[in-house]
Structures are given as C-alpha cells and as structure tokens.
C-alpha cells in the first residue's frame, strides 16, 4: 500500500532564502515561511501563525534566491520530511521540514510610497466587504 505524504501551504518568507551547493554541486536553497490563519472565537477574530521550513533541491533552489526575498508571498507544494539525530549530550533530536516540488511566486505587494491613497482605500473596502461576507 502507498503512503500520503503531501503538503500545500501558502505565506509570506520570514528571512531570505540562503543557497548552497552540495559537495556534488547540486544546488539546495532554503527559507522560511509564515502561514496565517484566521478563526472566529466568542465573537473575536483570531490570529494563528504558524511557521515552517522550506528547502529546494536544484535548477527550482536557484529561481527560488535569486527571486525570492523576506515579505514575498509564495505556495509551496511538497512533502514532509523527518531528520532525527543524538546531539552532543545523548539526547534524541527531530526536526520536520518541507521539501518543496513546486514553488509559486506571489505577487510583489507596492510599497506604501509607490501605492494611490485612493486605490488604497479602496482595497481596504474590498477587503472588510470579503471579511464581512465570510462571517469575520
């Protein structure tokens, strides 16, 4: 029987993705990301965050540093991946990571000075109307 070993997430990175070379050669870039999620509790909106490595394996790892910045949205398609060791004091270590297959790069948001304060306004409206409509 074949196991399910599939994640999607979408957020925004928390630093900047660092790339590296295997003795090999291969490229492997990795960063970190942001996921937000949003519920309603007693009538409040709340926030949960949730943070989550990411490595990219070759030509994808290189798009990946060379486009990719801390701030930029993406959605990451991959799997888990479990590493376990005995650090220096004998005691059992495990780390969980995302290995991506396919990265998607989010739109670049404008900064505050580049955006229209009318077409700001307006994409605020728009988003309170899509919060009320969803119930928040």
């Excluded at 997430?9 to 790339?19: A, I, V």
């Amino acid at each position: 029987m074949n196991n399910l070993n599939s994640v999607l997430l979408e957020g925004n990175l928390t630093r900047d993705p660092e790339l590296r070379y295997t003795p090999k050669g291969t490229p492997v870039c990795s960063f970190g990301i942001a996921c937000n999620r949003y519920y309603k509790q007693e009538q409040e909106v709340q926030q949960e965050v949730s943070f989550f490595e990411i490595t990219v394996w070759n030509r994808q790892a290189e798009v990946c540093n060379e486009y990719l910045h801390k701030g930029r949205g993406v959605r990451v398609v991959g799997r888990l991946k479990q590493d376990r060791w005995t650090d220096g004091e004998g005691q059992n270590r495990s780390k969980v990571q995302v290995v991506a297959e396919h990265v998607e790069f989010r739109p670049e948001r404008k900064k505050p000075e580049d955006t229209d304060p009318e077409a700001t306004e307006t994409a605020v409206e728009e988003q309170a109307e899509l919060q009320a409509a969803a119930g928040f």
